[in-house]
């Protein structure tokens, strides 16, 4: 069986089981954090179509992301299959690459490929191709959090675009909600917002990106993100997640949290943003 090893523990995330943990842990209960750990909340009958979230090394983003696995984890019934899609930052593999089949390995354990759903969406557009997950990282650091946060078990599609453009990533959203039901999946963005840049015009910049998200209209998001040359490296995987939940019915996103580097490094002169946000 094909098993993706994974690529960036030790760097982007404790490679030891037990140092993960806790670092996953401490994005939790962070002063940044939700302040509540997964196994402590109440469940809720609320519904979940899809999620943003950043994909920065853990003591960056960790507690931006933790209130978007928080969300996750306060969902009664857990979907049986997570579609992660993320930014393609290595230039390899195809336009969008869909990772065809077995596992994907972290410190916490192997996740499962969902073959029956990602042979559904890879077509010519959507290639099974294996090389564009190679090197990236930015599905990769989500499973961790998945694995601490949700006790059921469930499969993984994960999507790497290289191709980011507004036409790809609406494409994308009707091949997904063609063939998937919103309460037997999770969608699952992953994306950073503007890049090194100082705190100030970030937050400016950042605030009118996540006011398009919000807004639900994906042309807007590509308009807005043109004027103010935002330099987000995920707009192609936030825009599928988005129309996609919102051809599923879900129309409603809603910011979990926003914060930039500036929290984890004290230097407000070159920050990165982190957003998370849930859509139902």
Not at 59 to 80: D, N
Not at 131 to 160: A, K
Not at 249 to 272: F, M, Q, R
Request: a negative charge; proline letters at 4%; one cysteine or more.
């Amino acid at each position: 069986m094909m098993i993706r090893q994974a690529q960036v523990a030790g760097s982007f995330y404790p490679a030891k089981k037990h140092n993960l943990e806790e670092q996953i842990k401490a994005s939790f209960l962070s002063s940044s954090g939700p302040g509540s750990l997964p196994s402590e909340i109440d469940k809720s009958d609320e519904l979940l179509c899809g999620l943003i979230v950043p994909h920065a090394g853990y003591i960056y983003s960790g507690a931006v992301a933790a209130w978007a696995y928080l969300k996750a984890a306060q969902l009664k019934q857990f979907p049986k299959t997570v579609i992660l899609i993320g930014p393609n930052h290595t230039g390899r593999g195809k336009p969008v690459s869909v990772y065809p089949q077995g596992m994907w390995s972290t410190p916490l354990g192997n996740l499962e490929i969902d073959k029956n759903l990602t042979q559904k969406i890879a077509n010519a557009d959507f290639e099974l191709d294996e090389t564009g997950h190679l090197l990236e990282h930015s599905i990769e650091v989500q499973l961790p959090f998945l694995q601490y946060s949700i006790e059921e078990e469930f499969q993984i599609v994960c999507i790497s675009m290289l191709d980011q453009s507004l036409k790809t990533a609406v494409k994308l959203a009707e091949k997904i909600s063609n063939i998937v039901d919103k309460h037997k999946s999770l969608l699952i963005a992953s994306s950073d917002l503007t890049h090194y840049e100082p705190e100030q015009s970030t937050n400016q910049k950042d605030e009118i990106i996540i006011n398009a998200m919000k807004s639900g209209q994906v042309e807007d998001i590509y308009n807005q993100a043109s004027e103010i040359s935002c330099s987000a490296c995920g707009l192609g995987p936030a825009t599928a997640v988005i129309q996609a939940c919102k051809l599923l019915k879900a129309n409603k996103v809603s910011l979990l949290k926003y914060e930039t580097s500036a929290a984890a490094t004290s230097d407000s002169t070159s920050v990165v943003g982190y957003a998370a946000l849930a859509i139902n």
